[in-house]
């Protein structure tokens, strides 16, 4: 006689505290007192703080690596081009690279004036608020959740935004706590940019991100797919260096706009190494007219 | 108007003494912590794994440089190599393992007198398998830090491994939870690989994630660059898609073994979309070459010890 049996679940705590606040699971839950959290103290001051901020985006991705801190830098820059104020509020706390895809120098620091917190001014007319601005590079700070959670509320309750046309928050790898809190801290979110790559095993992933965006009345503006096709510098033939349109066909299966393709280059990597976003640099190669055409959707989704 | 420099973002680090719980177990200077795996759950995990030789963890701090894809090829090396290997999977978020061995939706974690007992792989490698996705096969399952705790807990105290020559952890991406609860679990790791890709400014995580090991107090068994560059399958020739050279730079710097680079090939992408390990599927493709290089390498620098 066999013992085995199968494992229908597993033995974790999935208890609720009643502290809606530090909760990653909020916009699945069900109690109806969950709405008093949005009459709480802090997110008024948010609002207020934020009165002046025409469109908020959110960049998510949801799986790591697939460039969501580069579309972010991409779409600030090309906006900024347009002669847009942008604010990019960098969510990435284990590990922020925007500073450095921004050409921001290495002991660059956030200053306090007399509103708050000073957003650095890049040369490209972006202005960044990140933690990297805070740390030195060398810092390993291991961050827990209630820490981030306190993190994402300060830099929306105390940078002086001022008059900012858009502000854009680049949100981590993962789909529970720096992404619930910035959906949850972040009020009227006008939409949500979502980036993947092309192969299949990366869908599942990017799909959560458009679950939870749902559960939060988000609008989704649209998918990205970035590492696509390209061609070999060697014979020119066409290559798919990481599988075929499953981005594409993803956004289609879930009823969201598809807004292009970046193609997989080495231009793109080396504009992040150096801080110049091809979108200004390279306006004219297929990466940068890509990135063009999503940030004019985004301006389209956002301004009419 | 005065401008002064922002030095720390105002957050909360008052102790509350459960230490199982805290993320900041390895920076704490407190020497009451140590007591800890001396109480239940983790004396219980220790007991568990005692007879798996060695273990190892496959960090990269940034997400999608191909941690799960190292995890599963050099698993899947170890394994042909004829070890009894054990691939536990601890990203919770996006667990995409089962689906790189194919047996996604088919493979069941089971539950048996001694505890949970791993799901096998299809390839005839008598392979161990443990992840959260087979459990929760379709569902979305938001994980908050406790119920990742809770998880690992259950992972490393309550599974039945038997006697393995590998254990080999696929960490998520970060440097906060899930790495920090795994390597408070296990105390004695043979040791972290970490993988990155090739720009420089990749390496800002993959430096963190190595100081993080190192601040554990486990050992860098070493750096792999992986999608370091693609060979055409047209031509047959190599080039790079991301600037070369970022993962053997940070070796260099932090004085960590290199262990090589990982090219990309159309036959890799093609066998991990159809779920089997490309080592396994076409152990003559020069790629796989290289992972069965590092695999004898990485074995010979760990019995060394």
Known sequence: MSMDSELKKLNITEGCNRRCEDCERYFECTFSFKDYFKQKGILGFIRENLKNVKHRIVVLGGKGGVGKSMLAVNVAAGLAKRGKKVVLLDQVYDCPAIPTMLGVPEDARLTIGDKGLVPYSTKWGVKVVSTGLVLGRDEVIIWFHEMKRNATEELLAAVDYGDTDYLIADIPAGTSSETVNILKYLPDITGALVITVPSGVSQNVARKCIYITRKAEVPVIGVIENMSDTNCPNCHAPVSIISKGAGEKMAAEEGVPFLGKIPISIKVSTTLDDGEPFVVKYPESDEGKSMEKVVDQVIRHCET | ?305
Not at chain 2, 17 to 34: G, L, M, Y
Not at chain 2, 141 to 146: A, G, L, N, R, S
Not at chain 2, 210 to 223: F, P, Y
């Open chain 2, 1 to 305: 108007m005065e401008q002064r420099e922002v030095l720390s973002i105002n957050v909360e680090l008052r102790c509350d003494r459960k230490c199982e719980n805290c993320e900041r177990f390895f920076d704490c200077v407190d020497e009451r912590k140590w007591k800890v795996y001396g109480r239940r759950r983790m004396a219980q995990a220790i007991k568990k794994m005692a007879k798996i030789k060695h273990k190892i963890t496959i960090s990269g701090g940034k997400g999608g440089v191909g941690k799960s894809t190292v995890s599963v090829v050099l698993s899947t090396a170890f394994a042909m190599m004829g070890r009894k290997v054990t691939v536990l999977d601890q990203d919770f978020d996006g667990s995409t393992i089962p689906k790189m061995f194919g047996i996604q939706g088919t493979g069941k974690l089971k539950y048996g007198p001694q505890g949970i007992i791993p799901a096998q792989d299809n390839l005839g490698l008598g392979m161990q398998i443990i992840s959260m996705s087979l459990v929760y096969p379709d569902e979305i399952v938001t994980m908050f830090h406790e119920m990742r705790r809770g998880t690992t807990e259950e992972f490393l105290a309550n599974v039945d491994y038997g006697e393995r020559d590998y254990l080999i952890v696929d960490l998520p991406p970060g440097t906060s939870s899930d790495a920090c609860n795994l390597l408070q679990y296990i105390p004695d790791l043979d040791g972290t690989i970490t993988v990155t890709v090739p720009p420089a400014v990749s390496q800002l995580a993959a430096r963190k994630a190595t100081l993080l090991s190192a601040k554990a107090g486990s050992k860098v068994l070493g750096i792999i660059e992986n999608m370091s560059g693609y060979i055409c399958e047209h031509c047959g020739e190599e080039f790079d898609f991301m600037k070369r050279g970022g993962g053997e730079a940070l070796a260099t710097e932090l004085g960590v073994p290199f262990l090589g680079r990982l090219p990309l090939h159309s036959e890799v992408a093609q066998a991990c979309d159809e779920g089997v390990p490309f080592v396994f599927k076409y152990p003559e493709n020069p790629v796989s070459k290289k992972v069965m290089e590092i695999a004898r390498r990485l074995e010979e620098e760990i019995l060394r010890k």
